[in-house]
Each structure stands twice: as C-alpha cells, then as structure tokens.
C-alpha cells in the first residue's frame, strides 16, 4: 500500500469503485434516504452462512456443578466450595503433613527404641549375669524376661508380623474385594486416589461386614497394601445417595497408606505408643489430620457428608448441620474437654469438622480453636436449616 493513501472511508459522493469514464452520479441531497452501501454492488464479500472452522466443541455431554462424578472434575481441578479455600497442599500439589507428625513420630521411635534397648538388656543380664537370689531364694533376674512387657517386646517384630498377616488374609478370605465388576464405584474411586497421590500401586480394597459400625480402615502385609470400609460405612456411596462422602473416607484411607501410615517398619517404631498415654494418642491424631487432608485433597466436596456420617450415622447424616456442629469447637469449652481430645486417638468430631472447614491452618491437636473474630458464632441470623430433602430411599428389612 502506497503510504499516501488515507485509509479513511472516501469520502461522500466519490464511490470507490468508480474509476471509469462513466460520468458521476449525483448524489442524493437527501441526507435521511439510505445510502446504498459500497459493499452492496456484486464486487462484495457476502456474509458466510456458517463459519469455515466452527468453535471446538467438548465432546463431552454438558454437565451442571454439583454433578460432576469423584474424580472427574473439569480441566482446571475440582471445583471448591465457596466457604473453603484451597488449603491442605504441599507443594507439585500433595496433600500437606500435619505439622506436628513428625516431631511426635520421633519422639515416639526413640521412646520405642529406648524400650527395645531395655528388652535387650533384661534378656542377657537373664542370659549371661550370675543370678541374683532373694532371701526366699526367688531368681530376681530370671523374672525379669518373663514380664509380658518385656517378652512383649522382645517379640515385637515377629508379633507385629503376624498381626498383619492374620488381619490381611482375614480380609482376604472374608471381605468383598472391590473390582471392575464387583463395587466398581468403590474401585474406581481407589484407583483414582492413588493416582492422585502418586503411588506407584494403588492398594487393594474389600468391603467388609460392618454389622451397623460405621468405620473404615488402612493396613499392609509385606508389600501389600489395602483398605477396608465397612458396608455400613460403603452403603453411603449408592448413586443416589452421598458418593463424594464415600470418595472422601476411601481418599482419608487410601492417605493413610500413601503417607506411610501402615509400613511394617513405622509400626514397629510406634510399638509403644499405646503404652504412652498422651504422646502415642497425639501421634496418632496429627496422622489423622494428615489422612484427612488427603481426603480432603480427593474429595473436598464430601468432607462435610463424610463428617456428617461419622457424627450421626448412614440415615441421619443429612440432618446434621456441619457448620452448626464445627462451631461448637469453639464453645465448647473446659479441662475435660481438652482431656476427652488429648486421649483421643482420632481429633473429637467437632474440632476435625473444623478443621475441615477452617482450611487455613492446621487442626488443632490440643487446644480448641477460636472463632476468627469475637461475636462470629453462632452467625448473623441464625444457622440455616440443616434438614434438606432425604437421599436416601426407605430401607427395606
Ligand atoms: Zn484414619
């Protein structure tokens, strides 16, 4: 293009295309006649019917919020809800440690260590030292390995051993082991846990009769590992019922296993631990946290129903009002309180629905939270209705 000429329309009365000899029309004077556009003659570019290259479509069926399957969440991760924020990561994305583990877990493998140690030394003072004989004429130092704490421990790797052994073939041999085609919903939910906390091997899963205990567990044998949910517990995944409730409990339990709850070696390092009566429950609250996190991470729209059931059962949980119930971690309030939860193996149900909700810091593991400000709870204009309509269909007997 010439660099003179002006890129402006032209301007009226000198019709672009007229470059010929013909004589000039004369323009209409009248200014409100429409003007026949320049573009109208034959030389235009017609309007196209339909674009040449459509906008990309999904070739996914569109879905609306609140639908999406566990799991099957939009590009972008799943959708939070609005109350929570996307707390509970570490960095590349894992589900965070509870800041206290750790510290405890050491502090509970040097106690175990000291007490393997002094096993150890009971059995050759036994073994090796001249007996020491009372004046009744009882062998003191021969006793001392028959105390069952002692015997306890010096057999500890061997019992841990066969503990597990017998609890995984009892699974094994009774439990309803989940499959492409037994409990596919289950399945799928343990497979997709796994992967999104980048285990190499996704556990297996069995339900198992709960004969009406709402309950679930993590363990291992060897270098197997699974989970087990018992069926009072499972029957709260049906389609029609609460499966982001389900995804969380399979997401806390398959977490335990991904942070190396369940390693044969980390138990035989907390071997003492029900022995020490605040430090072992402690450990094993901040591992609970840290489960939940992991559950969470999966599921975090099934954290609230999971709590609910946990609080009230597999018919009732619709009833509960999650935030009514976690604000009472803050009210409620004394020595027993804090005993009740300090003896606790699993945080009490209203500081871990808390901390479910309050993603912004870790839960709490010995004293109660408080409200972020003064006057907060209950909240301006009272708690909403917690009954919503029934999920769940009479049970036949
Ligand atoms: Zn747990």
Same mark, same amino acid.
């Given at each position: 293009?010439? +660099?003179?000429? &002006?890129?402006? @329309? !032209? =301007? /009226?009365?000198?019709? #672009?295309?007229?470059?010929?000899? $013909?004589?000039? %029309?004369?323009?209409?004077?009248?200014?409100?006649?429409?003007?026949?556009?320049?573009?109208?003659?034959?030389?235009?570019?017609?309007? +196209?019917?339909? &674009?040449?290259? @459509? !906008? =990309? /479509?999904?070739?996914? #069926?569109?879905?609306?919020?609140? $639908?999406?399957? %566990?799991?099957?969440?939009?590009?972008?991760?799943?959708?939070?809800?609005?109350?929570?924020?996307?707390?509970?990561?570490?960095?590349?994305?894992?589900?965070?440690?509870? @800041?206290?583990?750790?510290?405890?877990?050491?502090?509970?493998?040097?106690?175990?260590?000291?007490?393997?140690?002094?096993?150890?030394?009971?059995?050759?003072?036994?073994?090796?030292?001249?007996?020491?004989?009372?004046?009744?004429?009882?062998?003191?130092?021969?006793?001392?390995?028959?105390?069952?704490?002692?015997?306890?421990?010096?057999?500890?790797?061997?019992?841990?051993?066969?503990?597990?052994?017998?609890?995984?073939?009892?699974?094994?041999?009774?439990?309803?082991?989940?499959?492409?085609?037994?409990?596919?919903?289950?399945?799928?939910?343990?497979?997709?846990?796994?992967?999104?906390?980048?285990?190499?091997?996704?556990?297996?899963?069995?339900?198992?009769?709960?004969?009406?205990?709402?309950?679930?567990?993590?363990?291992?044998?060897?270098?197997?590992?699974?989970?087990?949910?018992?069926?009072?517990?499972?029957?709260?995944?049906?389609?029609?019922?609460?499966?982001?409730?389900?995804?969380?409990?399979?997401?806390?339990?398959?977490?335990?296993?991904?942070?190396?709850?369940?390693?044969?070696?980390?138990?035989?390092?907390?071997?003492?631990?029900?022995?020490?009566?605040?430090?072992?429950?402690?450990?094993?609250?901040?591992?609970?946290?840290?489960?939940?996190?992991?559950?969470?991470?999966?599921?975090?729209?099934?954290?609230?129903?999971?709590?609910?059931?946990?609080?009230?059962?597999?018919?009732?949980?619709?009833?509960?009002?999650?935030?009514?119930?976690?604000?009472?971690?803050?009210?409620?309030?004394?020595?027993?309180?804090?005993?009740?939860?300090?003896?606790?193996?699993?945080?009490?149900?209203?500081?871990?629905?808390?901390?479910?909700?309050?993603?912004?810091?870790?839960?709490?593991?010995?004293?109660?939270?408080?409200?972020?400000?003064?006057?907060?709870?209950?909240?301006?204009?009272?708690?909403?209705?917690?009954?919503?309509?029934?999920?769940?269909?009479?049970?036949?007997?």
């Amino acid at each position: 293009m010439h +660099p003179h000429e &002006p890129h402006s @329309p !032209p =301007p /009226t009365g000198s019709s #672009p295309e007229h470059t010929g000899g $013909q004589p000039e %029309p004369t323009p209409s004077l009248d200014k409100g006649a429409p003007q026949p556009s320049p573009w109208a003659s034959s030389g235009g570019y017609p309007a +196209p019917e339909q &674009p040449a290259f @459509p !906008p =990309p /479509t999904s070739p996914y #069926p569109p879905v609306a919020p609140n $639908q999406y399957a %566990p799991g099957h969440y939009p590009p972008g991760g799943p959708p939070m809800p609005p109350q929570h924020r996307p707390r509970g990561l570490m960095p590349w994305d894992r589900p965070a440690r509870h @800041p206290w583990e750790i510290p405890l877990l050491v502090v509970v493998i040097m106690m175990t260590s000291v007490a393997y140690l002094l096993a150890v030394l009971f059995m050759l003072i036994a073994l090796f030292a001249d007996p020491i004989v009372d004046e009744h004429g009882v062998e003191q130092t021969g006793s001392l390995i028959s105390s069952p704490y002692v015997l306890l421990l010096l057999f500890a790797p061997v019992l841990l051993w066969a503990g597990r052994g017998l609890n995984f073939a009892t699974q094994r041999v009774n439990g309803v082991r989940m499959s492409p085609t037994q409990f596919p919903e289950g399945y799928r939910m343990v497979q997709e846990a796994a992967a999104r906390f980048g285990m190499h091997r996704a556990p297996d899963a069995y339900v198992v009769l709960g004969n009406g205990q709402i309950n679930a567990f993590a363990a291992g044998h060897g270098f197997r590992r699974y989970v087990a949910v018992y069926s009072d517990l499972f029957e709260i995944g049906g389609a029609a019922r609460e499966p982001d409730a389900l995804a969380f409990i399979i997401g806390h339990e398959v977490g335990h296993i991904a942070a190396g709850h369940v390693s044969y070696w980390r138990q035989l390092g907390m071997f003492v631990a029900p022995w020490l009566p605040l430090l072992g429950a402690s450990l094993i609250r901040a591992q609970e946290y840290t489960a939940d996190n992991h559950g969470y991470c999966f599921s975090p729209r099934g954290a609230s129903g999971a709590m609910a059931t946990l609080a009230a059962g597999k018919y009732l949980n619709t009833d509960v009002g999650v935030d009514e119930m976690a604000d009472r971690a803050a009210i409620e309030k004394g020595g027993f309180i804090w005993l009740v939860n300090a003896m606790a193996s699993h945080p009490v149900l209203t500081w871990r629905m808390w901390a479910l909700r309050d993603r912004s810091r870790p839960g709490p593991m010995f004293w109660r939270p408080s409200p972020p400000h003064p006057g907060m709870i209950p909240p301006p204009g009272g708690y909403p209705l917690a009954t919503t309509p029934r999920a769940l269909p009479p049970k036949p007997v």
